[in-house]
């Protein structure tokens, strides 16, 4: 029987830990299924880039690797914020599959509740390849170009998102007044 397995993230952005995963799934099963989560979300600090933009880079970064695509498919999965009902969201957004990749405790339950073979991807140097960092770099004017897989730069290159990082990260609030320290 043809085995086929779902990884899910955010991928704000995909970096290439993600396409080490990647690699790793597709080594042990036929097919995989990128799930994009929190997909309704953009332009916010954890979530700056559309389902849309995520996709694309994706793809583009698969491309690049000469994984064959068409074991690859890619799903956009909006939060539905109810966890006992997430895994029916999930999978009416999903083509089937009997496999689950994921490191998040939460999912790893949520999935083996539900009778999935979960399975725990193994972790790539995960003090650089790490989504959060990546933002962080991108506002600070730290490096993290080399952090993303180059079709991934290209697209960021291409919609600015450096401008964007900034822009979200700016507040028209006031600075508060520092507090009188109490003796
Ligand atoms: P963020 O800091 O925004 O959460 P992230 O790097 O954790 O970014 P996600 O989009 O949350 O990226 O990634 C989806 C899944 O990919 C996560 O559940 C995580 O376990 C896995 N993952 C993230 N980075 C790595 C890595 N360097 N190696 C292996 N797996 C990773
Ligand atoms: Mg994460």
């Given at each position: 029987?043809?085995?086929?397995?779902?990884?899910?993230?955010?991928?704000?952005?995909?970096?290439?830990?993600?396409?080490?995963?990647?690699?790793?799934?597709?080594?042990?099963?036929?097919?995989?299924?990128?799930?994009?989560?929190?997909?309704?979300?953009?332009?916010?600090?954890?979530?700056?880039?559309?389902?849309?933009?995520?996709?694309?880079?994706?793809?583009?970064?698969?491309?690049?690797?000469?994984?064959?695509?068409?074991?690859?498919?890619?799903?956009?999965?909006?939060?539905?914020?109810?966890?006992?009902?997430?895994?029916?969201?999930v999978i009416s957004f999903s083509p089937p599959f009997s496999i689950v990749?994921?490191?998040?405790?939460?999912?790893?339950?949520?999935?083996?509740?539900?009778?999935?073979?979960?399975?725990?991807?193994?972790?790539?140097?995960?003090?650089?390849?790490?989504?959060?960092?990546?933002?962080?770099?991108?506002?600070?004017?730290?490096?993290?170009?080399?952090?993303?897989?180059?079709?991934?730069?290209?697209?960021?290159?291409?919609?600015?998102?450096?401008?964007?990082?900034?822009?979200?990260?700016?507040?028209?609030?006031?600075?508060?007044?520092?507090?009188?320290?109490?003796?």
């Open positions: 029987m043809l085995k086929r397995a779902i990884f899910i993230g955010r991928f704000q952005p995909p970096h290439k830990g993600h396409l080490e995963v990647f690699k790793k799934i597709l080594e042990e099963v036929d097919e995989l299924i990128i799930g994009i989560g929190s997909a309704q979300e953009s332009h916010t600090i954890e979530n700056p880039f559309t389902a849309g933009e995520r996709m694309l880079m994706l793809s583009k970064a698969l491309a690049e690797t000469g994984i064959d695509t068409s074991r690859v498919h890619i799903v956009p999965i909006p939060d539905v914020n109810n966890n006992s009902l997430w895994v029916s969201h990749y994921s490191g998040n405790p939460l999912v790893q339950r949520l999935f083996k509740e539900a009778g999935f073979d979960v399975r725990a991807p193994p972790l790539y140097n995960r003090q650089e390849y790490h989504g959060t960092k990546i933002r962080k770099h991108m506002i600070e004017g730290k490096r993290w170009e080399h952090l993303v897989p180059k079709p991934v730069l290209k697209i960021m290159l291409e919609i600015d998102a450096v401008d964007r990082m900034r822009d979200l990260s700016k507040t028209d609030y006031l600075l508060k007044p520092k507090r009188k320290r109490q003796i």
